[in-house]
């Protein structure tokens, strides 16, 4: 595997960073995950828009340009041979002292992932997941906004080991307010009625995934409400989906020991699947460009 660090293309056994990058000590950071499907990488401006938005929220100024950050992610595609891909662009405050002060890290550091990576949950597109509400609530908006995709996912991981003990493949976040979030790594909708409701952004990430669930929505004619969610409507809800960029669509089909629905993927589900699957197809950045 070729891993692009500060402008060398390096194997991975040789991709290192400093221990006092702060990025490594204090999460110090933001990243993106974005896909490649058949050659052509999905959705890259609205990722690297995102990618950008979050580092000027914290105050990092980015070494390479949004042009120049997609030149280099192409050329990690190409050095690897990929044409389908999971890939994980970074943007770290670099390397500083043992103390808290950004502006002791005069270097932000960039890197660039990239690897093979097939359906984050195998079978269970056709099964449907099994998803716990947890007890650890999301980041409040006025702490660390969630639109922020930094490197310290510590709230999300502490919700997936709760999910983990308790037997889901998946966590539903609540705010502070009680109201539904997200999942530890994904977008939530539920579908009652044939229509789509969904969280606002708030309180949880404005996914890309997200993005284009909302507009295939809208070509196929479903109508789509952002409203305050709460237990009630997951557990009565016709259907209930997750969305992200590894998980792309998926079915949950049992939350907190309630079936829901019909226990087996709905319609509603499938067919926005089956739309997303032909826009990946069809849709992207090109990334062996002739």
Known sequence: MIIYIDGK??????AKISVFDHGFLYGDGVFEGIRAYNGKIFRLKEHLDRLFDSAKTIDLPSPLSKEEMTEVICEVLRR???????IRPIISRGVGDLGLDPRKCPKPAVIVIATSWGAMYGDL???GLRAITVSVRRNSADALPPNVKSLNYLNNILAKIEANYKGGDEAIFFDTNG???EGSGDNLYIVKN??????HTLNNLRGITRMVLLEIAKSLGI???EQNLGYFDLYSADEVICTGTAAEVAPITWIDGRTIGTGKPGPVTRQLMAAFKTVTETEGYSIYKK
Request: cysteine-free.
């Open 179 to 181: 109201y539904i979030s």
């Open 125 to 127: 597109y056709e099964k």
């Open 9 to 14: 293309y390096l194997k991975d056994d040789q």
């Open 80 to 86: 690897n041979k990929l044409t389908n891909a999971y």
């Open 194 to 199: 044939g229509e789509i409701l969904t969280p």
């Open 223 to 225: 109508t789509v409400k």
